[in-house]
């Protein structure tokens, strides 16, 4: 009976055994994938990210989008002289030279206008080589390989019983779940920026129309904050993927497995959450709301 009863205990070890081993297999593949094109995807400008996208929306800010702000650009400017004229007494106090102020703010307003497009993209581009740069100071590695974290993975999980086993199993299974969620989340975010560069791309001549008035001008003020804090998010998720690359680092010392799966996946959650913190921060750096 106990000879039964131990190939029995072999039998449900070496079955666990191998669900654990291909849990852990590849575990962390997706999101090594995901972290270590953080680089490459942040660092990228929307003109380089993808062409095809970009002439789309650089083709609807021109042909669409200009018209409504040339409309707007009228009324503020038609605005902005009424208002020059009743500040002055209702034309009692007449002084030649606020016309020519006018005109030269007219003439820049214009020129935003036209031009809203280049220099939009040269905010990215000056942003995009600060990524750059930082990108060539991350010395470390992001890659988790939890066979050299836990060693000899299959002699620690001989020696341990079935219980064990099982419990382990079921924290491989649930943190292996888990990652895949995490690398649906890093996807989301670093192309959701891309995504949220062109939307912003697309719709700046309405906002830089209002940009020379002095009542209306917050919304271009606050359109161009929104454009640096947006390019700049890309510095500020490459400094997070700096400290994760050096936290998993640290994971080699340990020689406990369970605590080895926990921590990576801690610092992978914790990456994560970063990541989607950098959007707000880089707002309330730059004061865009």
């Excluded at 000879?3 to 593949?29: A, E, H």
């Excluded at 609807?60 to 989008?65: E, H, R, Y």
């Excluded at 606050?222 to 993927?241: R, W």
């Amino acid at each position: 009976m106990s000879f039964i009863f131990n190939s029995f205990n072999d039998w449900i070890k070496n079955f666990l055994i191998g669900c654990i081993t291909g849990n852990l297999t590849g575990m962390f593949d997706d999101v090594n994938s995901r972290v270590g094109s953080i680089a490459s995807q942040v660092g990228q400008t929307p003109d380089g990210w993808n062409a095809n996208i970009f002439s789309m929306v650089q083709n609807l800010s021109q042909t669409v989008i200009i018209p409504i702000a040339g409309m707007i650009l009228t009324f503020v400017v038609c605005y902005e002289l009424i208002s020059m004229i009743m500040e002055k007494n209702n034309m009692h106090e007449m002084d030649t030279w606020m016309f020519f102020k006018w005109i030269f703010k007219t003439f820049i307003a214009i020129y935003l206008v036209t031009h809203t497009f280049d220099i939009t993209i040269a905010v990215f581009d000056m942003a995009q080589h600060v990524v750059q740069a930082s990108a060539g100071v991350i010395s470390g590695s992001t890659n988790i390989d939890i066979s050299s974290v836990t060693g000899s993975l299959q002699t620690q999980l001989s020696g341990m019983d079935v219980p064990a086993l099982f419990g382990l199993w079921m924290e491989s299974l649930l943190i292996s779940f888990s990652i895949k969620i995490l690398s649906v989340c890093i996807f989301l975010i670093i192309y959701g920026r891309m995504l949220e560069i062109y939307l912003l791309c697309s719709i700046g001549p309405i906002p830089f129309a209002t940009m020379t008035n002095r009542e209306w001008g917050d919304i271009g003020k606050n359109y161009l904050k929104s454009l640096f804090a947006l390019g700049f998010q890309g510095f500020l998720i490459m400094v997070c993927v700096a400290i994760y690359a050096v936290l998993v680092q640290t994971i080699s010392t340990t020689g406990d497995i369970q605590a080895a799966i926990w921590s990576c996946a801690g610092y992978t959650v914790l990456l994560c959450f970063a990541l989607f913190k950098t959007g707000s921060l880089s707002k309330s750096i730059f004061n865009a709301h």
